[in-house]
């Protein structure tokens, strides 16, 4: 790889004896993996449904080295029990540490990767909010975390300054994954090379200092801001860091207790670089030490009343009688919605919850999403295949399948709900969506 001669003058300053290290990574392939969704299954079952070998990262203990790529027609993969990801990139969400009940913001989200770790780790307790401003990438966003089954979210696509003076103030938590040089892209994508300028540099500098001081809004008194990139400059990571204090004495840098990747330049935030198995992170953490003032109001839109029950009625026809409390109508669309969300007026919101079902005429048709969030186990009607049957690959293909009995029945792998169809004639009619399926 023909890397641009001033990045190798700053990668010789910055590392030194290190240099050459560095550079011979290089000539090595970057590295892969998965991680594991442990919203749909454990590392068991995930492991009896790949058929690759995956072993651990030091970075999540959801996280694994293996194959990353052509992994997206693997029944698993449909079914959300993985999300392909380099390792490493899972750090950033270990430092952030959320926990379940929690109230998290991430506010540059796609295409999706660490806020679906982030759900994972909250196990549908509390509220993730995903953001992203590119309105195509927020709809791959959606997408991802339909597919990994998280109940607890709300998606965006709104900009950072709007959105977080929005909600001020109500995060316990707020991840700010930055758009960055991508320095510790290169080995993955050549176009990053092809980009890469110092003037390139100094503007993403910019960019994440105005991120970060909307980001600073969001975050309660004592809640934690963290900021992470996959770059090496120091403009980008350090300089960032030691600028954003400089606006906002608000803020205090905590320690960043890791075992993983290498102390940072001048502070105890984190670096990783290829030669620590990881493609090149960073990652800082901060502390709110003073009041910040929240005015942010609940969501007054649930259905009530006789609309309710006919929104418990329909889910219970499906999952039986477990019954959510929360729904929603918003145009066409019956959602239910996380235990606790803010109004969401002017916030440019894609979806919030879990879409149980779109309107056709006078009935609702089930959402594939809806399927996507409940295990086979609390389905009233459904079929389990293994990862290798013939049955299920076609149904990944858009065919119908037999199946006796009657009714919307989810179509499962090793117990995980891939899909769903509807039963009739000894048939089963397939839901999955068109732009999902295997084509080949």
Request: charged share 25%; proline share 7%.
């Amino acid at each position: 790889m023909e890397l641009p001669l001033e990045f190798r003058q700053r990668m010789q300053k910055l590392l030194s004896e290190e240099y050459e290290a560095f550079l011979s990574c290089y000539e090595k392939p970057p590295y892969q993996g998965v991680r594991l969704n442990s919203l749909k299954c454990g590392e068991e079952t995930l492991r009896a449904c790949l058929p690759f070998s995956i072993s651990p990262s030091p970075f999540s203990p959801l996280s694994f080295y293996g194959p990353g790529e052509k992994v997206g027609t693997l029944p698993a993969y449909h079914a959300g029990m993985f999300y392909s990801q380099e390792p490493s990139a899972a750090s950033a969400v270990t430092v952030l540490d959320p926990r379940p009940g929690e109230r998290v913001l991430d506010l540059c989200a796609a295409p999706g990767g660490k806020s679906s770790q982030i759900a994972a780790l909250m196990q549908g307790e509390g509220l993730l909010w995903s953001n992203e401003i590119v309105r195509s990438r927020a709809k791959i966003l959606l997408s991802n975390l339909e597919r990994m089954g998280v109940q607890n979210a709300v998606v965006s696509s709104c900009h950072p300054q709007k959105l977080c003076e929005s909600l001020t103030g109500y995060f316990d938590r707020v991840l700010v994954d930055a758009p960055c040089s991508g320095e510790g892209m290169f080995r993955r994508e050549p176009n990053a090379v092809k980009e890469w300028s110092p003037e390139n540099v100094a503007a993403c500098a910019q960019r994440q200092g105005a991120v970060l001081d909307s980001a600073a809004l969001a975050v309660k008194e004592g809640g934690h801001l963290v900021y992470s990139t996959c770059t090496f400059s120091e403009e980008e990571n350090e300089g960032a860091v030691e600028a954003f204090l400089r606006r906002h004495p608000e803020f205090q840098l905590c320690p960043v207790e890791v075992e993983f990747g290498r102390p940072a330049l001048r502070m105890p935030a984190r670096r990783i670089y290829p030669m620590e198995g990881g493609e090149g992170h960073f990652v800082a953490k901060f502390r709110r030490t003073r009041a910040c003032s929240c005015r942010v109001r609940p969501f007054a839109g649930l259905l009530t009343g006789k609309e309710l029950h006919a929104a418990q009625d329909f889910y219970g026809s499906l999952f039986g009688n477990q019954k959510p409390q929360r729904f929603a109508i918003f145009g066409e669309r019956l959602l239910i919605l996380p235990e606790e969300m803010p109004e969401t007026v002017g916030m440019q919101v894609l979806r919030a919850g879990i879409e149980l079902g779109e309107r056709r005429g006078n009935r609702w048709e089930p959402s594939h999403s809806v399927f996507q969030s409940r295990a086979g186990r609390d389905c009233l009607r459904s079929v389990d295949y293994a990862p290798d049957a013939p049955e299920l690959a076609a149904f990944l293909r858009g065919e119908e399948l037999e199946c006796s009995g009657k009714g919307y029945t989810a179509v499962c792998v090793s117990g995980v709900t891939t899909g769903f169809g509807k039963a009739s004639g000894g048939k089963l009619k397939n839901k999955y969506p068109k732009g999902l399926r295997n084509l080949k």
